[in-house]
């Protein structure tokens, strides 16, 4: 027994008890019907309509004999094939032929099915429905199963096209022979496929005439861990056996939105063979459902029987109380056909207002031009130009324990709505296939159903296709230092601002920190002390030498250029202050100015003093030469000539390229380092080769009076110290420059100290040394004696 049909004969019924109760459309006519069941051999279906339209068992075409029934159109479904077998025959005639199976695109062609009206909204937005769905859950590896045929290959062409542009992906595709009978007697041999594919999600798109075959074996197969995404003409309550689990418990079905029919549940509660004597087909429902005795000559109910019995007792996977989308199609179509001779039986009336007959006299093929004006429920036009734009009810397959068969509504999709709006569900409602069910301790937990060919890069990864193989498979690989991904499944990762540094997990920028060389870390700490301590180290110096100014000590070896040089070298122990703290282009500019023009100072007064020695004890020229050099104090003038050439040097460096402030962001990861740029490198390295080159004149200089008689020479200080100086700036260049950020602002503050320090301990520590230790030959008798010795 096909229940399912059934279904659409109560329908049929419904609908017209229902017109004939309406006294405000054709209120004195009467609707009847005639109701067939064809085989499915063409030839028979031929046969059958011809019977019907002629009225004879032999019929001869072209002559209508049974003239007390007259027909105004034929319901036809839900087989296409069926349809249009009936349509070629009827369309000879001109008979309205109405079908309430899905829609389909050749029955629409006007220049072959010109008397044809299809009520099944069309397809149009099924495909953009199941796209969302497979986007909702993150189902990027899906198979589909849909018939051999032109309805299957417009929507395979029509669903791929969706499914690339959102990168969802076939797993498989499977064309299906549109014969029923192919699966009747053997086994598919590409199930195998279905089975062992990962994709845990499939399509199945088609019509139970063409696939039912198909469903069978599946229902036989016990996957339950596969969900099943069909269109609405699966009637799965149909497949029912003797075991609990059902392989199709949890899918999901796609059906054309319409009005619930309260009414037609409640028609159906009152079906029952006693109310419709003739129907031949109730008492065997009755007799195998109710156990109801059943008379062998006429097939009709004794009278010991059940008095409440009705079809609402029987499983759902038998018989549903709710309107299904056929049976609806079913209702508009025989209101779409009492419209159509309402509105003739009305004109007739205002034609013949004063003839007595009434009697409506009409040829089925005038209701054509009514039929494609009439607009039914839910704003559906019969004109075959006219598209639905149909909305969809989901719902969700309940069938566990088996027979429940339960077709729960959990969502909708609306393609006239926001894109972001479209699909709604109710996913606490929704059941899924037992596989992705699992049992803990007070509850019931349902994990959605995972299909993909990769598992999802999380962040911090980025996804790498793989040769050959579809774009949903992938590798996922870590992204490149300092490059971030933040989202699921990125295809590339991004590459953090200047300014920020990719975290361990490379999935979030973090703003580097300002790095350079401050007053608060240790480093800078012990420059400032160093720094601070030898400045005023230096100045005690100074004050003793200002105290013990008229000791021969201090008057040996000009205490003015020693003046000179101890101020100088207060301002060269004090230049390493300007690299620490965050600096700015003036504090860039001074660190070399005035570090420049400090040690010029210094170098130019020790050049002054070994001059000085030279020109006193080692000269050769004339007399006069020799006094006028002495007493116009010559050497004096080699300070202020050697800053003027300094200074012309940095006039150059700062009118050319002067130094100025740049951040490093990529030297130390996680930091931007401030530093002092030097602008001119060229200009830089003049300055410092100019500075060695003093000091190493001053070297030569004290060398070659290292061994002069005097009693408190320091020449060989003089060149000792220049000789330490210029060996920790020769040393300072290579380490300078391999180095990066504040390490290389401290080697240069440190190189200051160093080479400042050389020059303070290798002149003056002696001295004072002298002055607090052997105060005795800081006197005017010890240098007599030692020079009455050396005169001897």
């Not at 419904?14 to 405000?24: G, L, S, T, Y």
């Not at 319901?75 to 309205?96: E, N, R, V």
């Not at 690339?164 to 496929?193: P, Q, Y």
Request: charged letters at 15%.
């Amino acid at each position: 027994y096909n229940f399912r049909n059934y279904e659409f004969f109560l329908a049929l019924v419904f609908a017209v008890e229902e017109i004939n109760r309406n006294p405000h459309l054709l209120s004195n006519l009467s609707l009847g019907f005639d109701f067939y069941n064809l085989p499915y051999n063409e030839k028979q279906i031929l046969i059958y309509m011809a019977i019907w339209l002629m009225g004879q068992i032999n019929p001869f075409l072209n002559y209508y004999c049974e003239k007390e029934k007259k027909s105004a159109a034929v319901l036809t479904g839900t087989s296409w094939t069926t349809s249009a077998h009936i349509g070629t025959f009827l369309q000879l005639y001109k008979f309205p032929q109405l079908t309430f199976g899905p829609f389909d695109s050749i029955l629409s062609d006007q220049t072959q099915f010109s008397s044809i009206y299809q009520m099944a909204p069309k397809d149009t937005f099924l495909p953009l429905a199941i796209v969302s769905l497979m986007l909702h859950f993150h189902w990027t590896w899906v198979g589909l199963i849909l018939p051999d045929d032109h309805r299957g290959t417009q929507m395979l062409s029509v669903l791929r096209e969706m499914m690339d542009s959102s990168r969802i992906c076939l797993a498989f595709v499977e064309m299906i022979s549109a014969t029923w009978t192919s699966f009747s007697n053997k086994f598919w041999k590409n199930m195998g496929k279905i089975q062992e594919s990962l994709a845990n999600v499939i399509i199945i798109y088609g019509n139970t005439d063409s696939l039912q075959g198909l469903m069978r074996n599946l229902g036989q197969q016990f996957l339950t861990q596969k969900v099943w995404i069909m269109n609405s003409q699966w009637d799965m309550t149909n497949h029912a056996d003797y075991f609990m689990i059902d392989t199709f418990h949890g899918s999901l079905i796609f059906e054309h939105h319409h009005k619930e029919m309260v009414e037609f549940t409640n028609f159906i509660r009152k079906v029952n063979p006693y109310k419709y004597p003739d129907d031949n087909y109730l008492p065997k429902l009755w007799f195998l459902f109710f156990k109801c005795p059943l008379s062998e000559l006429d097939c009709q109910l004794l009278d010991m029987c059940q008095p409440n019995a009705s079809l609402e007792f029987l499983p759902r996977h038998i018989f549903n109380l709710a309107m299904s989308e056929e049976s609806y199609s079913i209702y508009k179509a025989v209101y779409a056909v009492a419209h159509s001779l309402h509105e003739l039986n009305v004109q007739q009336v205002q034609l013949q207002q004063n003839v007595d007959d009434k009697t409506m006299s009409f040829f089925p093929w005038q209701l054509h031009h009514v039929l494609r004006k009439i607009n039914v429920e839910h704003n559906t036009n019969l004109d075959w130009k006219e598209e639905s734009d149909a909305e969809y009810d989901i719902f969700n397959f309940w069938n566990f324990p088996k027979g429940l068969g339960l077709k729960v509504k959990v969502g909708t999709f609306s393609p006239n709505t926001l894109q972001h709006q479209q699909l709604s569900l109710h996913e606490q409602m929704m059941q899924w296939p037992k596989a992705f069910s699992e049992t803990v301790p007070g509850k019931l937990w349902l994990d959605i159903p995972h299909s993909v060919c990769s598992e999802s890069c999380g962040p911090g990864f980025r996804k790498a296709a793989i040769e050959g193989k579809a774009v949903c498979c992938y590798d996922c690989i870590p992204c490149p230092d300092n490059e971030i991904s933040n989202e699921t499944d990125a295809d590339q990762c991004v590459k953090c601002p200047e300014n920020y540094f990719a975290n361990e997990e490379k999935n979030y920028c973090l703003q580097k920190a300002v790095s350079f060389l401050s007053y608060e870390e240790s480093l800078g700490m012990i420059l400032t002390s160093i720094s601070l301590c030898f400045s005023a180290l230096t100045a005690m110096v100074l004050a003793v030498f200002v105290k013990y100014k008229d000791t021969p000590i201090v008057k040996a070896n000009n205490k003015t250029l020693s003046y000179i040089l101890l101020l100088t070298l207060i301002t060269c122990f004090l230049c390493p202050l300007l690299f620490i703290g965050h600096p700015n282009n003036i504090t860039c500019i001074l660190q070399q100015t005035i570090l420049g023009g400090a040690f010029t100072v210094a170098l130019s007064t020790a050049l002054a003093k070994a001059i000085t020695v030279v020109i006193a004890f080692r000269v050769t020229f004339p007399g006069r030469m020799v006094r006028w050099l002495i007493v116009s104090r010559a050497p004096n003038f080699i300070i202020p000539i050697c800053f003027l050439v300094l200074l012309v040097l940095c006039g150059i460096w700062l009118g050319s390229s002067p130094p100025f402030i740049e951040k490093d962001a990529h030297s130390d990861y996680g930091h931007i380092i401030i530093v002092c740029n030097m602008g001119s490198a060229i200009a830089f390295h003049c300055v410092l080769g100019y500075l060695c080159s003093l000091a190493l004149g001053s070297y030569i200089m004290a060398f070659l009076s290292r061994n002069l008689p005097d009693t408190f020479n320091e020449a060989k200080f003089l060149s000792f110290s220049m000789l330490v100086f210029f060996c920790v700036w020769i040393t300072f260049l290579p380490v300078y420059h391999s180095t990066k950020g504040k390490v290389m602002a401290a080697m240069e503050a440190f190189t200051i100290l160093a080479s400042s320090a050389a020059i303070l301990g290798f002149i003056f520590a002696p001295k004072c040394y002298i002055i607090f230790f052997q105060p005795d030959k800081n006197s005017l008798d010890y240098m007599r004696k030692v020079e009455g010795i050396i005169l001897k």
